[in-house]
């Protein structure tokens, strides 16, 4: 059986029949112990797991070492597919926490400025208690606190609103009146609605009666001017007429001038003269403005009513 010999030197492997290393030329005569050499290095393949081929002096490997290779690369492959199948795990347990939590608690809406500012005004106060009175009555709205609060009022009982009337000064109550109104500040906080109900009852002198003694046909011209004068202070002011429907004009004579409006247009502004219906105390009359002619009755007196062509007028202010 051929040996198998190496290089002492370069460790190359040596033909039996070969003096000198084809490698590193060294020479194996040299050595007293090669063969010892050979059978120890034919000894060290064996330890190594292998076994020299006596047909082609090849080391063949051991088996059970193969298999021993072949399960530790096993393992290696399972612990492998086991992290990243691991890692999928974690990762889409993350994203389904996201989408079913995380993306709630991230797009909740934070307040604005405005609404996180937004506050109830307190109700404004009146310096007039509700009730019945028998004179004409002044009334002054009270502010709430706040930060450049205005009020706004309505005397004919509608809910008010930043469009009604602004309150500047005392209001003067001459006829039964429902008083509301509504604090507004700067930024748009609103209070609730205050509301005041007023019953004026003016006491009138009682009217002169007529004498019947002695009948006359044609009054002195002092008795009808003070007729005149009467009539025209029993017209004098604004005068709201509501129509079945709701439909609301205003009639107001002041200084000879009478202007009618529905509170934002004018129907027409003109000078106004009138006639009256002597013997009546200057209730009864007409006035005459422009092309318009307008029939008054101010029966009775101090109810703070007048009649103006048949429909029922109260006085406003």
Not at 22 to 50: R, V
Not at 217 to 237: H, K, V
């Amino acid at each position: 059986m051929n040996e198998l010999r190496f290089c002492p030197k370069c460790g190359a492997k040596i033909e039996n029949a070969e003096r000198f290393c084809g490698e590193c030329g060294f020479d194996t005569e040299t050595l007293e112990d090669f063969g010892e050499t050979i059978q120890e290095n034919d000894n060290n393949t064996e330890s190594m797991g292998g076994r020299t081929n006596p047909q082609t002096d090849e080391i063949t490997p051991n088996i059970s070492l193969q298999n021993t290779t072949q399960k530790n690369s096993s393992q290696t492959a399972i612990i492998i597919v086991s992290v990243v199948l691991g890692s999928i795990f974690l990762i889409g347990g993350i994203l389904f926490w996201w989408f079913s939590q995380g993306n709630a608690l991230f797009n909740k809406t934070v307040p604005s400025g405005s609404e996180q500012n937004q506050v109830t005004l307190e109700l404004p106060s009146y310096s007039l208690n509700e009730g019945s009175y028998t004179s004409e009555q002044k009334v002054e709205i009270n502010k709430p606190a706040g930060e450049d609060v205005q009020v706004y009022f309505t005397l004919d009982g509608s809910d008010p609103t930043a469009k009604s009337s602004k309150y500047e000064s005392p209001i003067v109550l001459k006829t039964n009146t429902t008083l509301k109104s509504i604090a507004i500040d700067k930024n748009g906080n609103q209070s609730g609605i205050k509301t005041g109900a007023y019953t004026i009852t003016i006491q009138q002198p009682a009217a002169t009666q007529p004498q019947t003694t002695q009948p006359q046909t044609t009054p002195p011209a002092s008795s009808e001017a003070t007729e005149r004068a009467q009539f025209d202070s029993n017209i004098n002011g604004t005068w709201k007429v509501k129509d079945s429907s709701g439909y609301v004009l205003y009639y107001q004579f002041s200084g000879g001038g009478l202007v009618v409006t529905d509170g934002g247009s004018d129907y027409f502004n003109d000078a106004y003269t009138f006639s009256i219906v002597p013997g009546n105390n200057g209730t009864i009359g007409t006035v005459y403005a422009g092309s318009h002619t307008l029939s008054i009755d101010c029966n009775p007196l101090g109810d703070n009513a007048i009649y103006i062509d048949g429909s029922y007028a109260v006085f406003n202010q």
